[in-house]
Structure formats: structure tokens, C-alpha cells
């Protein structure tokens, strides 16, 4: 079945997460004016990328930070107060499936750790799954904690079998080959890579999974940073790239088909077969004829780790 992927990376509206529901909604109206119907959009997208943290001085700036971080705070994603519940309707009045990351605040347990977190919003509106980035990179980690591997799984949608990592998780063997021995159709990386060598991974994951990849960040110059930011003159140049998008699609068994989207805000289009995906695996199917259970043992821990238990 041909699906169309509108792979979004149009900026956002930094530390604003109403507003960039707003923007979010306004991309999704106009990609689904164009045929789509799965669309994707970046890692972290609601409300922003952290983009501060590879700037401010390491074990400095730490009242800047918290000045930030209580902004961040303040417009997390609540999955529980029905935050995304906006986009949940609207893919439900488009018939779409919606993949998007967000900041998610952990209000079950601590009221204030934060997660990198993709969620897939069927075209009924349900969340189809939740999954928290296994591991922050660098000074990502003083601003979000360490997922587990509840979401660590592939879902059906009309467009095929979709499981999704977020950026550099794409550089862990281990999470790439528990999604691909789940029947994957279409690895999806939400992320704030972007540049030749990520390029590269996609191409790479797409011939060894033989399954579509989409990849896309935020297209996002200093210019898109609101000028109520903190500090913003102290670590932003306005004129500058700071991300610079390059969404991209890649066939299965490799073969970009769309992209990449070079330092443009805007919407790449591209056409995906679900079942080309398990036409390429005849060759090379690393989970199936091409794997070795009998030398190589694999097991993934999916259950939710929840840092305590009550009992009554």
C-alpha cells in the first residue's frame, strides 16, 4: 500500500508549547491539504530542542540554566493533562497517524523530571505508543532522564509497521535490532542531527533493515529564537544556522528517495510501499535468515521501570 510521508521540519515557537501546538497543527492541516497522511515531525519538537545546553559553560551559567529549565518545565508535555490532546483530535478528524517529539514531564512520580520522548498518534486519535529516549547525550542528560524500554516497540498504522528512535539512540546497535525483530516497516529518527554523516546512519539503517527510514530535524536559525528567550543575546546569533534540517526519506536496502531538505522551512514529501519493506529483506534479513541465534543471545527488558511501587 503507497502511503504519503509529509516529513516536517518547520520551526517551532521555543519554550512556548501552546504555540507550537499551534504550529504543529498548521503543518499538519497543510500536509494533509497535499495527500499526507503519516506525518513526521522532529525530536523534541513541543516545546524545542535544548539547543542551550551545548552553549552554556559546563558547571557554569547555573543560574541562567535554571532560569531556562523553569521555563522548560513550564511547558513540558503532561500526556496525563491531555496536553497533545489538540494534535490526538486532529489526527483523528484527518484520519493521520502523527509522529512527533516532545519534552514529556514525569507527573506520575516526581512532578519534575523531564524525558525526550517520541509519541505516535494513530489516526483514531490513540496514542499507539510512547517511547523515552534510552540515553541524553552529553549535556542532554541535565535535562532529561534515562527512558526504559516500555516504548521500545513497533506499531501497526495504515502506513505499515512504524517504531521510531530518537537521534543518536540510532547509533546504538542493540535498540536498532529490537525494532527490526519486530516486523519494521518504517524507522522513523526524530532528531537535532543533521549534516553528511547522519545522512550516512539513515542510508546505513535502511540497508541493514531493509525498511523505510525517515529522518528529519528542525530547520531552525537564530532568527526563529524569540526574543523574550533568557539571555538571548548572551548565546544566540540571529543570523546563524543552528540546526540545519536535512529531512530526509531513504528506500529500503538504501537509495534516498527524498531530500535532503538543506536549510529550508518547510514540508518534504515522499511516497512509501510498506511492502517493498519485506521484499528487500530476501537478501539480507538480519533478524530472520541472516541472524545466528545459535552463537548470538539478545533479550530486551520492556518492562516499565517505575522507581517505586506502592502497596495498599
Known amino acids: 500500500?503507497?502511503?504519503?510521508?509529509?516529513?516536517?521540519?518547520?520551526?517551532?515557537?521555543?519554550?512556548?508549547?501552546?504555540?507550537?501546538?499551534?504550529?504543529?497543527?498548521?503543518?499538519?492541516?497543510?500536509?494533509?491539504?497535499?495527500?499526507?497522511?503519516?506525518?513526521?515531525?522532529?525530536?523534541?519538537?513541543?516545546?524545542?530542542?535544548?539547543?542551550?545546553?551545548?552553549?552554556?559553560?559546563?558547571?557554569?551559567?547555573?543560574?541562567?540554566?535554571g532560569e531556562i529549565h523553569a521555563r522548560l518545565r513550564n511547558n513540558a508535555v503532561d500526556l496525563a493533562a491531555e496536553h497533545m490532546r489538540p494534535l490526538q483530535d486532529a489526527a483523528q478528524r484527518h484520519g493521520v497517524t502523527i509522529v512527533i517529539g516532545i519534552h514529556e514531564l514525569d507527573s506520575r512520580f516526581s512532578g519534575s523530571t523531564l524525558f525526550n520522548t517520541v509519541v505516535v498518534i494513530g489516526p483514531d486519535g490513540a496514542l499507539l505508543n510512547r517511547h523515552r529516549k534510552l540515553m541524553p547525550t552529553n549535556p542532554e542528560r541535565i535535562i532529561w532522564g534515562m527512558g526504559d524500554a516500555s516504548g521500545l516497540k513497533v506499531v501497526n498504522t495504515p502506513a505499515g509497521r512504524l517504531g521510531s528512535l530518537i537521534c543518536w539512540e540510532s547509533y546504538m546497535p542493540l535498540a536498532r535490532y529490537a525494532l527490526y525483530a519486530q516486523d519494521i516497516d518504517i524507522y522513523v529518527a526524530?532528531?537535532?542531527?543533521?549534516?553528511?554523516?547522519?545522512?550516512?546512519?539513515?542510508?546505513?539503517?535502511?540497508?541493514?533493515?531493509?525498511?523505510?527510514?525517515?529522518?528529519?530535524?528542525?530547520?531552525?536559525?537564530?532568527?526563529?529564537v524569540p526574543d523574550d528567550?533568557?539571555?538571548?543575546?548572551?548565546?544566540?546569533?540571529?543570523?546563524?544556522?543552528?540546526?540545519?534540517?536535512?529531512?530526509i526519506v531513504v528506500k529500503p536496502m538504501g537509495g534516498i528517495v527524498a531530500?535532503?531538505?538543506?536549510?529550508?522551512?518547510?514540508?518534504?514529501?515522499?511516497?512509501?510501499?510498506?511492502?517493498?519493506?519485506?521484499?528487500?529483506?530476501?537478501?539480507?534479513?538480519?533478524?530472520?535468515?541472516?541472524?545466528?541465534?545459535?552463537?548470538?543471545?539478545?533479550s530486551v527488558n520492556r518492562r516499565p521501570l517505575d522507581p517505586v511501587k506502592f502497596v495498599d
Open 259 to 298: 531530500g535532503p531538505l538543506h536549510r529550508e522551512k518547510d514540508i518534504l514529501y515522499a511516497d512509501i510501499d510498506s511492502e517493498s519493506a519485506h521484499l528487500a529483506r530476501r537478501s539480507l534479513d538480519v533478524c530472520g535468515h541472516y541472524s545466528r541465534p545459535d552463537i548470538f543471545s539478545f
Open 229 to 247: 528567550f533568557p539571555h538571548r543575546e548572551q548565546l544566540i546569533d540571529p543570523d546563524e544556522w543552528i540546526n540545519d534540517g536535512d529531512a
Open 1 to 65: 500500500m503507497v502511503t504519503k510521508v509529509a516529513v516536517i521540519q518547520k520551526p517551532l515557537i521555543l519554550l512556548d508549547r501552546e504555540k507550537t501546538i499551534e504550529r504543529a497543527l498548521i503543518s499538519t492541516d497543510e500536509a494533509v491539504s497535499k495527500g499526507a497522511s503519516l506525518l513526521v515531525f522532529p525530536e523534541a519538537y513541543v516545546p524545542g530542542y535544548p539547543m542551550w545546553v551545548w552553549r552554556l559553560r559546563p558547571g557554569g551559567d547555573m543560574a541562567l540554566a
Open 190 to 224: 526524530p532528531t537535532w542531527d543533521s549534516g553528511d554523516s547522519w545522512i550516512a546512519t539513515m542510508c546505513h539503517i535502511a540497508k541493514e533493515a531493509g525498511c523505510w527510514v525517515i529522518g528529519t530535524a528542525t530547520a531552525f536559525r537564530g532568527s526563529d
